[in-house]
């Protein structure tokens, strides 16, 4: 089963980093589809906005032509990594010693990814708050919310393996 698990991740990262470098990729030729007027096949151009279409999928993503796009490929770029650590953490589960340093690494570097979803919605309805733009309690609350519950689970989780990394070590040591 933890095999299962880290196989259906690995698949996981991999299907999710090529669907967002595809968008990535068609985001900046829709961009240059608007400038030019090149037309580039899956990029269709209405009102001055892009809408990229996913093949074999039936996606289709809005390209914002000004500074939100810099926010949609951050968003991308995270959760590449994020679930780049999320294949990493659940690699640590099928390997032969789990207590060690290099897992407790993994672990931490996984809760702190979750940890940056709480700084993003802290600067995002800040910003709100100085422009004097109504706050709607969304969809963007409940996944930061979700991340720091994930964060806090990690946090319990990481505070046993070290207990048990410590155990490990003085167990290494008894002779």
């Known amino acids: 089963m933890k095999k299962l698990a880290h196989l259906s991740s690995s698949l996981l990262f991999y299907s999710i980093t090529i669907l967002l470098v595809f ?3 068609f985001s900046i030729l829709s961009y240059l589809e608007y400038k030019f007027g090149i037309q580039i096949p899956l990029v269709e151009i209405i009102e001055n906005r892009a809408k ?3 093949p074999f999928l039936g996606l289709r993503i809005n390209v914002p032509f000004n500074s939100a796009i810099l926010i949609m490929w951050s968003a991308m770029l995270y959760y590449i990594i994020y679930f780049y650590a999320f294949k990493n953490f659940l690699k640590v589960f099928i390997e032969k010693k789990m207590f ?3 897992s407790l690494k993994r672990l931490r570097f996984f809760m702190i990814l979750n940890l940056v979803p709480l700084i993003y919605i802290i600067a995002f309805t800040v910003s709100f708050l100085l422009r004097g733009v109504r706050i709607r309690l969304e969809d963007d609350y409940f996944i930061v919310f979700a ?3 994930i964060a806090f689970l ?3 989780y990481l505070d046993v393996l070290k207990k048990g990394t ?3 070590d003085e167990n290494d040591l008894t002779i």
């Open 100 to 102: 060690e340093t290099k």
């Open 166 to 168: 410590y155990v490990q």
């Open 52 to 54: 990229v279409h996913v």
């Open 23 to 25: 968008v990535f990729l």
């Open 147 to 149: 991340h720091v519950v």
């Open 154 to 156: 990690m946090y319990l």
